[in-house]
């Protein structure tokens, strides 16, 4: 299921622009802060006399960021800052994705710029980023627009927008992640998609949804790059 050494390097060759998702790729954000405990406590802040807030029940915070985008669009500008403190402080407790620093690094190493790509708050993206100190291995960073969860993937838009950044066209870029909806956001705005497939099962899922290649570490991307 996996590609070969060979394979991931003749994939990469033209890539001039990796756009990477966050968590996952580079950290698993919720390590000390599970995403469920976000959710709880998303649902307590936004309880009030009218009851809990929609989606209270579930433990994915986006997907209640959404729920309540649906029903009670009043509440977004709020929910979705209350979501992304909790964010910020997941990130505190985030635990590194083995091989992620080496794979920025052989990337930065043969002047392929790396953009993240992720649903997360862009700024707990940039603090992770600072506290890692990986500011001089990524070209920039593409949170969720802030009040605007429509513009998570698998919408293309935040994608479309790091390739407006890196002025670059989809077929010189590549995205990299490990959700279906990374991949689906991929072909959205034209672009072929590697799957990182941390978890027994991802890998058939991401190849069903059409990535062009499955890895399971990311040590095995960071051994792709290739001098041309
Ligand atoms: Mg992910």
Redesign the pocket.
């Known amino acids: 299921m996996t590609a070969t050494r060979e394979e991931l390097a003749a994939i990469m060759a033209p890539v001039k622009h990796v756009l990477l ?5 580079v950290c698993s954000v919720f390590a000390g802060l599970p995403a469920a405990e976000v959710a709880r406590r998303m649902a307590e802040e936004f309880t009030g006399p009218e009851g809990p807030p929609p989606g209270h029940d579930l433990t994915d915070p986006f997907a209640m960021l959404l729920r309540i985008a649906e029903e009670r669009p009043e509440l977004v500008p709020a929910a979705d800052d209350a979501l992304a403190r909790l964010e910020i402080e997941a990130v505190t407790r985030a635990s590194p994705t083995a091989g992620a620093l080496q794979f920025l690094e052989a990337y930065a190493g043969i002047g392929t710029r790396v953009w993240v790509v ?2 997360n708050a862009g700024s707990a993206i940039e603090q992770y980023v600072d506290a890692h100190q990986l500011r001089s291995l990524v070209a920039g960073c593409f949170g969720r627009s802030p009040g605007r969860p429509e513009s998570m993937k698998p919408s293309p838009e935040l994608l479309r927008a790091a390739l407006r950044a890196a002025r670059a066209e989809p077929e010189e870029a590549l995205f990299i ?3 279906v909806r ?1 991949v689906e956001a991929a072909h959205a705005a034209g672009m072929t998609a590697v799957g ?1 497939a941390n978890k027994p099962g991802k890998a058939k899922t991401l190849a069903a949804a059409g990535a062009v290649a499955v890895v399971s570490a990311m040590a095995e991307l960071a051994g792709s790059a290739r001098q041309s």
């Open positions: 998702d966050f968590d996952g790729p992720s649903n992640g490990d959700a990374d990182y």
